[in-house]
């Protein structure tokens, strides 16, 4: 279905194979986010969970995946961090926390907001041509949306901050090199396919288990030690031993066939 509101559209799909597609749906405007779209995406957000999909896909439609904050809606003088706090974070946090795994594709212009967004994701897949960065040099403002963190802990310190005091945006096959995304493919076709084929590999797979994996990552990325990385993965080893997938795959593994896992 889709979720409307006056300045743009979330499309919202769930297939049978589990694989939940969130699209950002305002080409004429980038698919720059106003607060009415952001609220939607939560409601997208919350279509998927009650759906119990397996993978999330994130998209934009058009030249763009999201150029960032509409700035008609900025004013001079109004209260940014409010705005920040308020608007953009909850849903940036909503989506780096999400319990599923995530994916995001993107073509053409991933600015600013729609940066934090991709990123957020676990796993990106850009069209080679893309363009990825933030244009707040131009504005003088300061990297937002968790940018500092998600930028760093893929490329560094270095080279973060090289792109916030140069505001040179990078191609998606430079984004790939440098390791701020997964991977680049050449032309729109082949960033489907392979999203597609990726995202339904992904929610064919035990999701119960990938998810103890995204919390362990959450709290190494958060600084946690090496014993409490090795500690969290026992327990973790311990409550995916009781789950149905696990029976399933020492099942399949001594039967010498597929496994068939059910996310339970």
Not at 22 to 43: I, K, S
Request: aromatic share 4%; hydrophobic share 45%; glycine share 10%.
């Amino acid at each position: 279905m889709a979720e409307s509101c006056d300045d743009g559209t979330i499309n919202v799909r769930v297939t049978d194979d589990g694989v939940a597609h969130v699209e950002l749906d305002r080409p004429a405007r980038l698919n720059t986010l106003t607060e009415r779209l952001v609220q939607d995406f939560h409601r997208a957000l919350d279509e998927v969970t009650a759906a119990g999909a397996r993978a999330l896909v994130v998209t934009g439609t058009g030249r763009a995946f999201c150029a960032g904050r509409d700035l008609t809606e900025a004013v001079p003088g109004e209260d940014a961090e409010a705005v920040v706090r308020e608007v953009f974070n909850p849903l940036v946090l909503r989506l780096a926390g999400f319990e599923i795994p995530t994916l995001a594709g993107v073509q053409g212009a991933c600015l600013g907001a729609g940066l934090g967004i991709a990123l957020a994701c676990d796993v990106i897949v850009v069209e080679a041509q893309a363009k990825l960065g933030s244009p707040y040099r131009r504005l003088g403002a300061v990297l937002d949306v968790g940018l500092h963190d998600l930028m760093a802990s893929r490329i560094g310190r270095g080279r973060t901050l090289e792109l916030v005091y140069t505001g040179v945006l990078v191609t998606g096959q430079e984004a790939a090199r440098l390791g701020l995304v997964n991977r680049a493919v050449t032309g729109l076709d082949e960033l489907a396919s392979e999203l597609t084929a990726l995202a339904q590999h992904v929610a064919a797979g035990p999701t119960l288990a990938f998810r103890e994996s995204k919390a362990i990552m959450r709290h190494w990325s958060a600084g946690a030690s090496f014993e409490a990385v090795l500690d969290m993965e026992a327990r973790a080893q311990g409550r995916a031993a009781q789950t149905a997938d696990y029976q399933e795959g020492l099942a399949a593994f001594r039967l010498k066939r597929a496994p068939q896992f059910r996310g339970a």
